[in-house]
């Protein structure tokens, strides 16, 4: 079950770097090894995306540019690219939550608008990466949460058609428990995932997740 689920969230990731990557115009190619974009992908966002365990790691990087900044996500920690000019960016854990009761907060709000949107990224931090087309995909929802002034203070992506995949969570708040919580509260009744590194994750488990198994962030230096 729990190599199901993160062979889950691995699709719904690569989905949503695809995603992504369209609405910079970069045309991605998905098969039942990876994801890829030939071409550097926007700021913060991997060339390719494993989703199945045991990929070749020639045949991966064969479908990139393996030049200086190309990244990979290795969603099941078992490809090793030390041998090619890359090191390890990062560790981090796939986290599922099965549908369930919504918790006691309210939900988030979704963004609408293209000045919505340009606000929400400004506090995001993401700016430019996040352009209005994103708006118009159905498998996209961008949250937001405001205080009780309507200060937008934290926000998260929704991705996918289900399970939802759960990605660019932030907020302005010091405890971003609150903020997972939310989430959940948004779409109660369907499966979420997503990763974590290991300073956020317990926020997320707090809110229900389980920890379903490591990935791996390659960086060519």
């Given at each position: 079950m729990l190599e199901d689920e993160r062979v889950a969230a691995a699709r719904n990731n690569a989905e949503w770097c695809d995603i992504v990557c369209g609405s910079?115009?970069?045309?991605?190619?998905?098969?039942?090894?990876?994801?890829?974009?030939?071409?550097?992908?926007?700021?913060?966002?991997?060339?390719?995306?494993?989703?199945?365990?045991?990929?070749?790691?020639?045949?991966?990087?064969?479908?990139?540019?393996?030049?200086?900044?190309?990244?990979?996500?290795?969603?099941?920690a078992d490809v090793d690219l030390s041998g090619y000019g890359f090191r390890v960016l990062f560790d981090a854990q796939w986290i599922h939550r099965p549908a369930s009761a919504p918790p006691p907060v309210p939900p988030l709000t979704p963004v609408s608008t293209p000045d919505e949107l340009a606000?929400?990224?400004?506090?995001?931090?993401?700016?430019?990466?996040?352009?209005?087309?994103?708006?118009?995909?159905?498998?996209?929802?961008?949250l937001a949460r405001h205080d009780d002034r309507g200060v937008l203070t934290g926000g998260a992506v929704l991705s996918g058609c289900g399970p939802y995949g759960v990605s660019n969570l932030f907020t302005r708040t010091d405890d971003s428990r609150d903020i997972w919580r939310a989430v959940c509260a948004t779409v109660p009744n369907a499966p979420l995932v997503g990763y974590e590194t290991s300073a956020d994750l317990p926020s997320a488990l707090s809110a229900g997740f389980t920890a379903t198994g490591p990935l791996r962030v390659w960086l060519h230096a």
């Open positions: 910079h115009g970069l045309a991605g190619r998905t098969d039942a090894a990876a994801w890829s974009v030939p071409h550097r992908s926007p700021r913060w966002y991997p060339d390719a995306v494993t989703v199945r365990p045991g990929v070749d790691a020639e045949a991966l990087l064969a479908r990139i540019d393996v030049g200086p900044g190309a990244s990979v996500k290795d969603s099941f606000a929400w990224a400004a506090a995001h931090g993401g700016g430019e990466l996040f352009r209005p087309a994103l708006l118009t995909d159905p498998r996209v929802r961008i």
